[in-house]
C-alpha cells in the first residue's frame, strides 16, 4: 500500500483555496499511484478554526466542500479533516 501524505498550508475561511490545494493533492497521488492520501485536521475549513467552529454557516460551508473534493475521490482512499455537524445530539453540536 501506497500512503500520500499532504501537508499544506490551509488558510482559515479560505474555503475555495483550501479545496483547490486539496484537490491538487489528490490529484498528485494518483499520479503517483498512492492508494490512500492524508491531510491534516481541519483541512478544509483552515486551523485553527478556534470559534467558528460553533458557526454553523462555517460548518455548512465545510460539509458543502468535502462534497465537491469527495467527487475527486476516486481509484484513491481519502483522509480529511473536517469539522461537521453532530447529528446525535449527545455531546457537542
Avoid at 16 to 22: G, Q, R, V, Y
Avoid at 25 to 50: C, M, N, W
Amino acid at each position: 500500500m501506497k500512503i500520500a501524505l499532504a501537508q499544506l498550508n490551509y488558510h482559515i475561511g479560505n474555503f475555495e483555496s483550501n479545496e483547490e490545494k486539496i484537490i491538487q493533492a489528490i490529484q498528485r497521488a494518483k499520479e503517483q499511484q498512492a492508494d490512500l492520501i492524508l491531510f491534516a485536521e481541519l483541512a478544509v475549513g483552515g486551523y485553527p478554526a478556534k470559534d467558528l467552529l460553533r458557526n454553523a454557516v462555517f460548518i455548512e460551508r465545510c460539509r458543502k466542500s468535502l462534497e465537491n473534493i469527495a467527487t475527486h475521490c476516486t481509484d484513491i482512499d481519502c483522509i480529511i479533516g473536517v469539522p461537521l455537524k453532530n447529528p446525535k445530539g449527545e455531546g457537542k453540536a
